[in-house]
């Protein structure tokens, strides 16, 4: 919500959407969210023909910071359990991407990789939109 960014669920999910999950989870700004599930990756397929897809993986030979992304692009993360499946993975390995971490690690925390990659993607596209300075509450800054 922060980002102005539309998430698009494919399913099947890795967690629950309904109203008493959502609520668990603190996300009382779902009703503001924009939001469109998909019924497979094909149907996602099918209404986005010329979508850039980049897929966030462990399997990936690149970072993320490795790529240039467009306003327009898609970033893809798989179930937290699981990933995206490896048969999307080998039909589209131009568009993997890693996050680099230590070779212990198995993998990060979804909604952290996608804070990570999302805000790399922004960055390079300029924080479009968004609020690029804050002020304070009670005092001011020093002018410049």
Known sequence: MATGTSLHLIEPLGFHLDEKSVKRAGMDYWPLLDVTRYMNYREFLE????????????????????????????????????????????????????????PAIRSLN??????????????????ADMQQEGALHRLHWKEE
């Open 110 to 127: 979804l909604s952290n990789s996608v804070a990570i990659v999302l805000y790399e993607a922004l960055r390079q596209n300029h924080f």
């Open 47 to 102: 209404k986005h023909p010329k979508a850039v897809i980049w897929m966030a993986t462990t399997k990936a030979r690149r970072a993320y910071t490795e790529v240039s992304f467009s306003p327009d692009d898609f970033i893809m993360f798989g179930k937290e359990s699981a990933g995206i499946p490896e048969e999307i993975l080998v039909e589209n390995e131009e568009r993997c991407i890693r996050i680099p971490m230590l």
